[in-house]
Structure formats: structure tokens, C-alpha cells
């Protein structure tokens, strides 16, 4: 619950989808102002409702777990797991937009895409793939890897809307911190 109220602090609607003002153009009458429209002699015109308050979320947020035997070594790889389930619910009841979950080590391998919806089932799902027997962190890699998925879908949101405005991305790294030492950004 603190969680998801954090969340809702930090991440800014930013899709306006409710109605306020009084314009003189619009799509919807603000009914309200129609009787002092009338009763003005048709003179007091602004009478017109627009979309300008943002009130829904649109981002893609990008989940990467490590999948190393570092994890399992030091037993926090079922800290990690737990953290996955906890902020994917809380991103999800908050509905953020996507959410999308991969796993990184010697390389990095989508576990749960954009383009699917996240729920009960497919985090049972998300967290059997977990391993931890992977032999290397490589977070250099999961960087350069992450930053082409996020520009790949970026272009995917593009072409499914009609609109030119981009969803905001955010990448959440979830990991021991033990990486390789070549590998470090």
C-alpha cells in the first residue's frame, strides 16, 4: 500500500483524460454555464468543457532481474524474486501502462514483454524462469541490450497510436551488485 503510494508520487499522470475550463470552443457543454449563457443574451460564451488535466499514466517500465549464481550464493535471489512480485502488483494496480520483466546475467532474455498484460498468472509464470545459474553479470551488456528494447518498443507504442508522443520509460535494475569487472558501465 505504501508502495503503491510512493508509486503514484513519483510517477506523474501524464495523459489528460479529464474535462475542465471554460472555453469558447469545445467538445462538451459545461451545463452548468449554459443557464448565465442564456440568461446573458447569448453573450457569455465560454461555455465549453476541453481535456487539459492529466489523469492517466502512460509509461514502460522495464524490470531486470539478475540471474546470476551471485544471487543464489548469497540468498538474495529470493529477496529479488520477492521485490519482483511486490513492485510488478504495485505498478499494476496503479496501472503505470507496461510493464515488461527480463532477465540478465551473461546475457539478457526477455522473460515478460510490453505487449502482454501482467497478472497473477503470468507472474507465477515470470518467476519459474528464474534460475540464478547464469555465470557472469554483465551489466554492461544489459545496458546496451536494454536500451534497444526500450527503442524497439518505443517505435512499436508509436505505430499503435495515433499520436506522435512517446510512453515514458524507466528501467528498474534489480540485483546483488556483484558484477564482472570488464562489464562495468
Known sequence: QRLCEQLRLVLTPQVATK???????GKH??????VSYIASGFRRDKIWLRR???????????LAIDDSESMSDKGAGTFALASLALVASGLSQLE???VAVVRFGEGMEVVHGFEEPYTEESGSKILSSFGFKQRATKTNLLLKEAEAFLEAS?????SRTSSSDTPKQILFVISDGHCERDSRP
Open 29 to 34: 457543454i459545461n451545463m452548468r454555464r449554459v
Open 154 to 158: 518505443a517505435e512499436g507504442a508509436r
Open 52 to 62: 487539459t488535466k492529466p489523469a492517466k499514466r502512460d509509461y514502460q517500465i522495464l
Open 19 to 25: 474535462l475542465r475550463g471554460d472555453y469558447r470552443t
Open 96 to 98: 503505470v501502462g507496461e
